[in-house]
């Protein structure tokens, strides 16, 4: 095993320490700052295109936009919290990138997609810790939910290294600015479905702000320059169906979002039989004074930080002019443990799915599936012609 090989598994060992030991996470990541001088040379950048900073503020204001069109996304920013999140995503991804994806990444050689997806691995066994109490079903979950997603987000890091011609500058924009959105823990009042979709299009977002940003798509540098007509190609390629995929998905989210319906998801069996575990729910908005006892409505739960529930309303009454709603879970023993203020109903449950929410449910797992289909689709494309080098 190359030297090298021992850096990676020594900065997971210290972390797994950390979470053991119930160690603060920042002296790891203080303690790691003098193992980046061996890495000094890859934080180099190419910023060769003067737009590349347009585009970055396009993107971040594409970042924003759903929640301000929307209306459904409530995000508090507290200074103390934002200011901390900033310092440690920054810390974190100047070791991280260096240390485990381009180190693991350089070592694999010509095998690189096999790289990409242990540093996944590798990250994933960073950021979770391992000697815990586990249940089967616990680990089931986290395989299936985490493990996933951290594998395709190494696919994104590692693309955007390459591309970088294996410099770190542009992954670690990428990972800083991903970090410091994930630790903040905005309080989200949106439907699962919204979840997946803002997921998608964020971690999209800012794959894309951080390649522009960078100067690194030529294909762009060059569609804004030529002055030829622009042709739309007959073949069809595994990319262009995989955009169309997410595309697709995109636009149910924004149908139901933003049109007349809403779409959502019912992970547990509160309402069994009424609607089976894992229904997918079409929701008609309606306004508090029409809801009538025996309907089932969704709602921001008061109790539970605004989590979508779909319950049957029992009682109804108006305290100073505002309307309550007490709901149940008809497969549950006990009224619902709060009243529901009207302004936090969502609609009325007009049908119901067997089966089709999962996707919904499991939301970073199927963000996971796409992000993986298309950025392997591109490699597989990018791979399959002769070799060239890359144009400037």
């Not at 901390?84 to 180190?103: A, G, K, M, Q, R």
């Not at 921001?300 to 505002?322: M, R």
Request: hydrophobic letters at 50%; aromatic letters at 16%; glycine letters at 6%.
């Amino acid at each position: 095993m190359k030297v090298r090989w021992y850096l990676p598994v020594l900065y997971i060992v210290l972390w797994q320490l950390s979470f053991y030991f119930k160690i603060s996470p920042w002296y790891i990541l203080i303690g790691t700052l003098p193992l980046l001088f061996l890495y000094y040379p890859k934080f180099m950048g190419d910023r060769r295109w003067k737009l590349s900073p347009v585009f970055f503020a396009i993107f971040a204001f594409l970042l924003i936009m759903p929640a301000v069109i929307s209306h459904t996304i409530l995000v508090r920013i507290y200074p103390d919290i934002f200011i901390n999140s900033v310092e440690y995503s920054v810390l974190l991804s100047v070791s991280l990138i260096p240390v485990v994806f381009s180190t693991i990444v350089d070592l694999s050689g010509k095998k690189l997609f096999n790289g990409m997806l242990l540093s996944g691995l590798a990250y994933f066994l960073v950021m979770t810790p391992v000697f815990e109490p586990y249940t089967a079903l616990q680990i089931a979950k986290m395989l299936l939910y985490q493990l996933s997603f951290d594998l395709a987000f190494s696919v994104y890091i590692s693309y955007l290294y390459l591309s970088e011609g294996k410099r770190t500058l542009g992954p670690f924009l990428f990972f800083a600015m991903y970090s410091t959105f994930s630790f903040l823990g905005f309080s989200e009042r949106v439907s699962p479905l919204f979840n997946i979709v803002w997921e998608i299009i964020s971690i999209s977002i800012l794959f894309w702000m951080t390649y522009f940003a960078m100067g690194e798509n030529y294909w762009v540098r060059k569609l804004l320059k030529t002055k030829h007509r622009i042709r739309f190609r007959n073949k069809r390629k595994k990319s262009d169906i995989a955009f169309a995929a997410v595309m697709a998905v995109i636009a149910v989210g924004a149908i139901g979002s933003y049109y007349t319906h809403t779409i959502a998801a019912d992970p547990t069996p509160s309402m069994y039989p009424v609607i089976i575990p894992g229904s997918l729910l079409i929701i008609e908005p309606e306004h508090p004074q029409s809801i009538k006892l025996g309907e089932i409505i969704e709602f921001h739960a008061p109790w539970a930080n605004g989590t979508l529930y779909a319950h049957k309303v029992v009682e109804i009454k108006e305290v100073d002019g505002q309307i309550y709603f007490k709901t149940r879970g008809v497969n549950n023993p006990v009224d619902d443990p709060g009243m529901v203020p009207g302004n936090d109903l969502v609609g009325i449950v007009v049908y119901h799915v067997p089966y089709l929410g999962y996707p919904l449910i499991y939301g970073r797992v199927t963000a996971a599936v796409v992000m993986i289909g298309i950025i392997a689709s591109i490699l597989l494309e990018s791979g399959s012609g002769p070799g060239k080098p890359r144009p400037h």
